[in-house]
């Protein structure tokens, strides 16, 4: 049956598959697997015959993302000539090159120079938003190489590797860790199946997958236990999977399809140059008009006073302006170099100078994006992980670090995690504590295990342990706590809710003396009749730096507002402690900004300053909410969920150790992904902006093109030079007055 994709401009929301009748919908994620099965025409267990498969890859193309025909440099160089300012020049370059012309057939002396440099700047103008827009194709690009190159699929009842472009609906897919996933699917087998989608949802950790799970029809992308998507990493364990969607109906394809439609936001600055040239030109041509008519009055020969009437209009405009705001602008990014941002697009230093707000992704931005321990609950106590702590705490460290696969590693000085983050986040502790894990399962090996599984929700591992047989077992405290006898554990209950209400993400440990290890290890046998040995709490903290950024960023009057799909609860959390959540402020899910209109957004935005669960066409509704609100929105982010939104703000700072696509659509990248670097950058920045207003204004004072260069030459030719000398006097004042009160704002806002 021939099915349609109706696509929502909602990425990340409830996707609807609508067959020829219309009374059939499907829901990837909340419809059953056999329904889903049904609809495409597969049978489960051998998949799609080769004829099925060569049928639908005629019917609905090859599984990558739409290449449209590229511009070539010279159309786009051709578009960049629409600028009202740039149309002026070119008029501006066309009649001085007329007057010039009329001089020579009068025997006068002709001067090429004027017209010369209006053509070069509207060049270099030109070349420089060719580059500009290749930034965007080189996102789009990025976003295609994020694609896996070979995929293993069931077709006529056998596993065949194939290229990933050859993927259709309907086909059946083996995943398992290390691949990554060709295309969106929704999950038919699971077995401690954990997917990376930090590029979509901005969690932390990779998402635990369930065949089996229950779905809501409105459940986040991020909630979505049931269903793996195309680009994202398989971390953990293996599946198999029915492919729904390909191509430009992905989650990643619909990110794409928005990035081509939505045009890039222009910055104040572009903005205001647009406003001045219409203005300019409106003005000149006014002036220029009186000036005529004046001559007239006084009986001066018409021919003579149209030259000079025209000779005034082109006088009037600023030719210089432009270049004077390149090299201005030039200077701002020298000076970002020290601070190890590079700028990709000039017009980002004016408005990352002019930002009102900046929003914040939460993961790798303003978190460390590496899960930590920081609290342990051991002898009806909890106890703070970053102090000193007692040796019953470090027994259960030790024995939490024998019961994982993840290793951590020295490399060059710094930590190299490598594993599940919850399992690296319990050996880095213990190693930073002198206890390395080699060294534990040097004295302690490992004797036999079970590994983890997503339905039992625990792992267990056997060790010799001073010459006994020790069964440790570690994983979800409300399953884990049911199989442990004696003692009072009520605490560890009460200690649990306490910690998860602070967003922390808590496991739990457990061990039980065995005389001998069995040749069957049987979850039944080796998971009950446990003593409880503690609770560890780890999340991933708040950069130590980005917190008095922050407070400086605030003191200075920005607004500063985070953006993630990660759970309401744990972005408040970090948000408190950054900073950003105080009192009359609040937090608002994507499930409550899809039921408000695009007015009542901006109207009540000002109140919200945690965004949590968004989906990405959520996030382009934030930015376009604050700008509508008057403010001048600066994104920054690291993943592909962030990239409309980025293309949407006045300025988009990307993260040099995120996702190649925003690194190539960022305004700014920072080498260090450093928050604290912002208020330091904005500051540099706006005192780039003072610069830039004060040689503006020169360069429409004296010999830059402008009125006051209007003034002068009026005054010449009129034989005044009271005038001549009264406007070069009173622009003077003006520019250096202006740069004084720039370099006043700057020291009162108290940017470093």
Request: with cysteine; charged share 20%; proline share 4%.
């Amino acid at each position: 049956m021939r099915y349609t994709t109706d696509i929502s401009p909602e990425i990340g929301r409830s996707p609807r598959i609508s067959s020829t009748r219309e009374d059939f919908h499907l829901i990837w994620h909340s419809d059953s697997t056999d329904a889903i099965a049904a609809e495409l025409g597969t049978d489960r267990s051998v998949g799609l015959s080769a004829g099925q498969a060569a049928q639908r890859l005629q019917e609905y193309g090859p599984n990558k993302l739409r290449e449209t025909k590229p511009r070539t440099a010279i159309q786009k160089f051709f578009d960049q000539l629409k600028d009202p300012m740039v149309i002026i020049l070119m008029v501006a370059a066309v009649i001085s090159l007329a007057v010039n012309i009329y001089d020579m057939s009068k025997g006068g002396k002709a001067d090429w120079i004027e017209p010369i440099v209006i053509v070069l700047i509207v060049v270099l103008n030109g070349v420089l938003g060719v580059i500009q827009e290749s930034r965007a194709e080189a996102a789009l690009e990025a976003l295609r190489s994020l694609a896996a190159p070979n995929a293993r699929v069931l077709r006529d009842g056998a596993v065949a590797a194939i290229p990933s472009t050859e993927l259709v609906p309907g086909d059946i897919v083996e995943l398992e860790a290390g691949d990554v996933v060709p295309a969106d699917c929704r999950l038919l087998e699971t077995h401690s199946l954990k997917c990376d989608e930090a590029a979509l949802t901005g969690e932390s950790v990779p998402a635990e997958k369930d065949a089996s799970a229950q779905v809501a029809d409105i459940a986040p992308l991020a909630e979505r236990a049931n269903m793996a998507y195309a680009g994202c990493p398989v971390s953990y364990g293996r599946g198999r999977a029915i492919v729904v969607e390909t191509a430009m109906n992905t989650e990643t394809g619909k990110i794409a399809s928005m990035l081509e439609q939505e045009d890039a936001a222009l910055t104040p600055l572009q903005q205001k140059l647009a406003q001045l040239g219409k203005y300019l030109g409106f003005l000149a041509l006014g002036i220029c008009a009186v000036i005529f008519v004046i001559g007239l009055i006084d009986s001066l020969p018409p021919m003579e006073m149209f030259m000079t009437a025209v000779s005034l209009a082109v006088a009037a405009i600023p030719e210089g302006l432009p270049a004077i705001v390149t090299i201005v602008l030039a200077i701002g990014v020298q000076r970002m170099v020290a601070k190890n941002a590079i700028v990709r697009r000039l017009p980002a230093v004016e408005a990352l100078g002019s930002a009102t707000v900046i929003c914040s992704d939460k993961t790798g931005t303003l978190t460390q994006n590496r899960m930590t321990l920081v609290k342990a609950f051991a002898g009806e106590h909890t106890v703070d992980l970053t102090g000193d702590i007692p040796e019953g705490l470090l027994m259960l460290v030790r024995l939490a670090t024998l019961c994982t696969d993840g290793t951590v590693r020295m490399v060059d000085g710094r930590e190299q995690h490598l594993g599940d983050p919850t399992e690296t986040a319990i050996v880095a502790y213990a190693l930073r504590r002198g206890m390395s894990k080699e060294e534990l399962t040097g004295l302690h090996p490992r004797l036999a295990e079970i590994p983890f599984d997503s339905d039992r929700k625990l792992m267990t591992t056997i060790h010799l342990i001073a010459d006994r047989k020790v069964v440790i077992v570690k994983g979800a405290p409300d399953v884990l706590l049911g199989r442990c006898e004696g003692g009072s554990l009520e605490a560890a209950v009460k200690a649990n809710e306490e910690m998860a209400a602070g967003a922390l993400r808590v496991l739990a440990i457990a061990y039980k003396y065995i005389d001998e290890v069995p040749v069957d290890c049987r979850p039944e046998e080796l998971e009950h009749g446990l003593t409880f040995a503690g609770l560890l709490g780890m999340i991933d903290p708040p950069r130590p730096e980005a917190v008095a950024a922050i407070a400086e960023c605030h003191s200075a009057g920005i607004e500063t507002v985070m953006i993630t799909g990660d759970n309401v609860v744990t972005a408040s959390a970090i948000a408190r402690e950054l900073g950003i959540l105080t009192e009359g402020t609040e937090a608002i899910t994507g499930a409550q900004l899809a039921e408000m209109s695009d007015d009542e957004l901006a109207a009540g935005n000002r109140r919200y300053r945690v965004y949590a669960r968004v989906t990405p066409s959520d996030k382009i509704r934030i930015v376009k909410a604050w700008q509508q609100a008057g403010g001048v929105v600066s994104m920054t982010g690291d993943g592909v969920n962030d990239l409309l939104a980025m293309k949407q703000a006045d300025c988009s700072i990307a993260f040099s150790s995120g996702a190649q696509a925003a690194s190539q659509l960022g305004s700014l990248v920072l080498l260090n992904n450093d928050f604290a670097a912002m208020p330091g950058i904005v500051a540099g920045l706006t005192i780039s902006i003072i610069s830039l207003i004060g040689y503006s204004a020169m360069a429409g004072a004296v010999g830059g093109g402008g009125l006051g260069d209007l003034g002068i030459r009026y005054g010449y030719q009129r034989f005044m030079p009271e005038v001549m000398w009264t406007v070069v006097i009173v622009l003077i004042i003006l520019v250096q007055g202006i740069q004084s009160f720039g370099d006043w704002i700057v020291r009162r806002i108290s940017h470093k």
